[in-house]
C-alpha cells in the first residue's frame, strides 16, 4: 500500500510545484528565453561556418535549444530545488544529492541537445561536423563522440548549475525578508499589547479624579471607558488599523477626557478624507491624544486644545499631525512609553521611509509624522 501512495504524494507535490510560479519568476524566465536564443544564435553562426544558407535552421535550432534549456530548468530543475533544498538548512548530504542529480540532468541535456542536430532539417547545425584545427588552419582530427559528451555534459552542468544557485539565492533572500516580517510584525504585535496597561492606567486616573468632584460625571466616564475598551480590544488585534478607525477610537476617548476638561479642553480635527484609508499602526493616534491630556491638558489650568490634522504632501507621502497646547514649562515625569512605542513600530513598518518629529515651541507641543501613501487603499 505504501509503495502505491508515496510515489501518488510525491507527484502531486512535484506538479504543484511545477504549477506554483509568481509573475516574477515568469517574466525572468521570458528574458532567459530570450537570451539563450540570442547567445546560441550567435555561437552556432561562429561555429559552423557556411551556414548563412541555413538561416531557418539556425534560428530553429537556436529556438529549440531556448525551449529545451527553460524547459529543464522548469520541469525538472526548479522542483527538484523546491522540494530538497528550499527552505532548509543545507547539509553536505542534499548538497552533494543536487549535484548528482544536476549531472545526470546535464547529460540528459546534453543528449537532447546533440540530437537535435541528426535531425534531417537541421542537420546543418550538427556540432559533431565540427573539427580541431591544426597548425597553419589546416583541418586536424574530427572531435570523438566521447570528447563531446564530455565537454557538452560539462558545459550544461555549469549552466544548469548557474541556474540552480540564482534560484536557490534568489529564494535565500526571498525567505530572509519574509523572516524579517514576520519578526518585525511579532515586536510590533507586543509594542501595540504594551499600549493596553498604558492606556487603561491614564483612563482610570481620569475617573479617579472625577469620583470625589462629580460622582455623576464619573459614572458617565466609566460607561464611556467600558465602551471604548470593547472597541480597543477589537482593535488591538491587528498591528494596524486604517486613520479612520483609528480616529473612531480616539473619539471615544477625547468624549471621555471632554467629561473632565469640558471648557478647557477645545478639539481642531481636521482629517483630509484622501487619508481616511491610510494605514497607520493600531492605536498610534489614540497614544498620542493619551500624550497630549497628559502633558499638555492636564497639567494646566487655562483652556487648552488638541489639534489632529491629516493631509497630502507630495505624490507618494502623507501627513499628521497632533499638536497640543502646553504652558507647562516642564513636562510631567512619566515613562515616554507612548511615542517611543510610535516611533518604534513606524520603524518597524516603513523603515526610512516615514519620519516621526517632535518640537515644542510658542507654547504648543508638536507630533508630525511623514508616512507613505499608498493610491491603491484609498477607494
Known amino acids: 500500500m505504501n509503495s502505491t501512495v508515496l510515489p501518488a504524494g510525491f507527484l502531486t507535490r512535484y506538479c504543484a510545484q511545477i504549477g506554483n510560479t509568481s509573475k516574477l519568476y515568469r517574466a525572468l524566465m521570458l528574458l532567459i528565453f530570450g537570451l539563450h536564443f540570442i547567445l546560441t544564435w550567435a555561437a552556432m553562426q561562429s561555429l559552423l ?110 549552466t544548469l548549475s548557474l541556474w540552480a544557485f540564482v534560484y536557490l539565492g534568489w529564494h535565500f533572500q526571498k525567505n530572509k525578508r519574509s523572516l524579517q516580517r514576520q519578526v518585525n510584525q511579532s515586536q510590533i504585535q507586543q509594542l501595540t499589547n504594551q499600549l493596553s496597561p498604558h492606556f487603561l492606567f491614564n483612563s482610570l486616573n481620569s475617573i479617579r479624579a472625577l469620583i470625589f468632584a462629580d460622582q455623576e460625571r464619573a459614572a458617565e466616564v466609566l460607561t464611556l471607558l467600558s465602551d471604548l475598551l470593547r472597541t480597543q480590544m477589537q482593535a488591538q488585534m491587528k498591528t494596524r488599523s486604517t486613520l479612520q478607525q483609528e480616529w473612531q477610537l480616539t473619539k471615544k476617548y477625547l468624549e471621555i477626557e471632554k467629561v473632565r476638561f469640558d471648557e478647557r479642553l ?33 497639567q494646566s489650568s487655562q483652556p487648552g486644545f488638541i489639534r489632529m490634522h491629516s493631509y497630502i504632501t507630495k505624490e507618494h507621502t502623507w501627513c499628521l499631525e497632533v499638536v497640543n497646547s502646553h504652558f507647562s514649562q516642564a513636562r510631567a515625569p512619566g515613562t515616554r512609553v507612548g511615542q517611543h512605542n510610535v516611533k518604534k513600530r513606524l520603524e518597524l513598518l516603513y523603515g526610512n521611509r516615514s519620519q516621526f518629529i517632535t518640537r515644542e515651541e510658542n507654547q504648543q507641543y508638536q507630533v508630525w509624522m511623514e508616512l507613505p501613501y499608498v493610491k491603491s487603499l484609498n477607494r
Do not use: W
Open 49 to 158: 561556418p557556411g551556414v548563412g544558407q541555413y538561416a531557418n535552421a539556425l534560428v530553429t535550432r537556436a529556438l529549440l535549444e531556448a525551449v529545451l534549456f527553460t524547459g529543464i530548468c522548469h520541469f525538472l530543475v526548479r522542483p527538484y530545488l523546491r522540494l530538497n533544498l528550499v527552505g532548509i538548512t543545507l547539509a553536505p548530504t542534499p548538497i552533494a544529492l543536487g549535484l548528482l542529480y544536476l549531472m545526470l540532468l546535464s547529460v540528459i541535456y546534453f543528449c537532447a541537445s546533440f540530437a537535435m542536430g541528426k535531425l534531417q532539417f537541421l542537420n546543418a547545425t550538427d556540432l559533431s561536423q565540427l573539427q580541431v584545427l591544426a597548425q597553419q588552419g589546416q583541418p586536424g582530427a574530427e572531435v570523438s563522440l566521447l570528447a563531446m559528451i564530455v565537454m557538452g555534459s560539462a558545459e550544461s552542468f555549469v
Open 266 to 298: 477645545m478639539l481642531d480635527i481636521q482629517l483630509d478624507d484622501q487619508t481616511l484609508h491610510q494605514e497607520i499602526p493600531t492605536l498610534t493616534l489614540l497614544t498620542l491624544a493619551e500624550n497630549a491630556i497628559k502633558h499638555g491638558i492636564s
